[in-house]
């Protein structure tokens, strides 16, 4: 393994652990030190890669940015009707119910919790919501509902981060497939 390579598997096992850490504990729950015990690295090691916690916010989200973007091209690819893969974002939620029932929302939870005193670092992490936003809204305009798409495609976003919100109050997995077995009903007839 080179020394290049190496660097990119050591920062993206800090990132990683910091990822897991913000959804569990949440970002202000979680200290730096945190993420040098989770990382089994030296702190000096960590610092070599990142200044602050908020340099691993920020590369926490451009990971979970370019795994959702990767999710949401292979979703592209594999389904041709906009109505499938609009399910497949349904799907998403029930795909991981134990961790929504759990946690939250991962992306919900954060920017949630940085948009009551960290709105700097809350506008980076609303890309993630965005990135849904648009792709959703692109799959409105392929069944024709161009002029509402956007209205539409934040419709579905706030339903489905409300399922996740109300699963998690009362982790209750049964509530969480009863309302997305709704939302599926409410795709096939758009």
């Not at 200044?51 to 990767?70: H, N």
Request: hydrophobic residues 40%; glycine residues 8%.
């Amino acid at each position: 393994m080179n020394i290049g390579s190496k660097g990119e598997k050591t920062r993206a096992d800090i990132v990683g652990c910091a990822n897991r850490l913000f959804y569990e504990q949440g970002y202000e729950a979680t200290s730096f030190s945190d993420i040098v015990d989770a990382s089994g690295l030296y702190r000096g090691n960590i610092y070599h890669y990142f200044k602050s916690k908020e340099d691993i916010l920020r590369a926490v989200v451009e990971q979970r940015l370019e795994e959702f973007r990767t999710l949401l091209a292979k979703w592209d690819k594999v389904h041709i009707n906009p109505k499938a893969k609009l399910l497949a974002f349904v799907d998403m939620i029930t795909g991981h119910q134990s961790e929504l029932v759990e946690y939250g929302c991962p992306i919900g939870s954060l920017n949630t919790e940085l948009g009551k005193d960290r709105r700097d670092l809350q506008l980076a992490a609303r890309a993630l919501f965005d990135l849904f936003r648009d792709w959703l809204a692109v799959c409105f305009v392929a069944l024709g509902r161009g002029a509402e798409a956007k209205t539409l495609a934040l419709h579905l976003l706030g339903r489905a981060q409300g399922i996740a919100v109300i699963a998690h109050v009362y982790q209750d997995k049964r509530l969480l497939k009863r309302e997305t077995d709704q939302l599926e009903v409410w795709i096939r007839q758009l």
